[in-house]
């Protein structure tokens, strides 16, 4: 039996995007690979989309329906919880907004089985990997400054530490006690990265060509970007965890 590996998928207002990004998973035919998605009680309904998804799809869908809006990390908290109550050994965050290229998946598996990687990055910033070519000057060296700061208080050695598209070992989920991970947006890619270093484990990065989003608005609030900032100064002070 082939190890099961589930994407979660974390939506908001993405009923145009998620059946695309099913599909492009559904192409890669992947052995035993699963959708969940964490939808956060979309006004669009892409609540709906995806329950259609589960009797629809070629490959098994799941729904965790969201009655409240508290943020991305919290969104990957509950289906990453899920996804390891349902007995998943490898889990993917991925975006539902077409930014991650699904195409990268099979090579960050290949990484994360062959290696003694904890977890896999699909990475910007290694070489052959790219940020959105329409991007302007200043997003990418925000970009660019946001992984330069943050590695400089926390020492994670890795190139895309905000990186968003991750493959894990179940065991690295539970190691690091995803659970009670508390930060969200940026702050929480950050927080779990720091949690994988501070356990003497291996982080991996291959590289991806990540693209802007193809449909919707982006959720780049303020509060998260604030977060972002101070949540780094906070781990690095911090005795727990």
Known sequence: M?????VVVPTYNERENLPKLVELLTA??????????????????TG???????????IPV???????????GRAYVT??????????????????????????????????AGTDAAVVLGSRYVPGGATASDWP?????LSAWANFYVNAILRLHVKDATAGFKA?????????????VQSNGYAFQVEMNYRVVKRGLTIAEVPIHFEERSEGVSKMSLGVQIE???????????RSK
């Open 137 to 141: 000057w200043h997003r990418k060296a």
């Open 79 to 112: 289906g990453m919880t899920r996804a390891l109550d349902e007995g998943a050994h490898i889990v993917i965050q991925m975006d539902a907004d077409l930014s991650h290229p699904s195409e990268a998946i099979p090579r960050m598996l290949e990484k994360l």
């Open 228 to 238: 972002s900032a101070l949540v780094p100064w906070k781990l690095r002070f911090s």
């Open 28 to 45: 890669l035919k992947i052995p035993n690979l699963h959708v969940l998605v964490v939808d956060d009680n979309s006004p669009d309904g």
């Open 2 to 6: 082939e190890p099961k590996t589930t």
């Open 62 to 72: 799941g729904v965790l329906h969201r009655t409240v809006k508290d943020g991305l």
């Open 168 to 180: 894990w070992h179940a065991e690295t989920l539970r190691a690091i006690d995803v659970a009670s």
């Open 48 to 58: 709906e989309v995806a329950d259609k998804l589960t009797t629809e799809a070629e």
